[in-house]
């Protein structure tokens, strides 16, 4: 499991960026990897990431916002592989 790749999908997330999180899920498919190793290793890490800045009062609800839409099209992607687990 590529820990680069991992630390990519939780920064896509911070960043709310669906693009880049939609294509790092493709890629950890492309590379074999478990769907579910990628969103709870990768992508969970920045939405907590998150959640924890907002709590804090250093992010507001637009960059929750924007994260939860990037962690959903992660998750739409990764969908079909989980089914098949």
Request: proline share 4%.
């Amino acid at each position: 499991m590529s820990a680069e790749l991992l630390k990519q999908m939780a920064q896509s997330i911070i960043d709310g960026d669906s693009d880049a999180s939609v294509q790092l899920a493709q890629q950890s498919i492309a590379e074999g990897m478990d769907p579910l190793s990628a969103i709870t290793d990768g992508f969970v890490i920045g939405v907590n990431t998150v959640g924890e800045a907002f709590a804090a009062g250093d992010a507001f609800l637009p960059e929750l916002v924007m994260a939860g839409e990037a962690m959903k099209a992660a998750v739409l992607t990764l969908e079909p592989e989980l089914a098949r687990l």
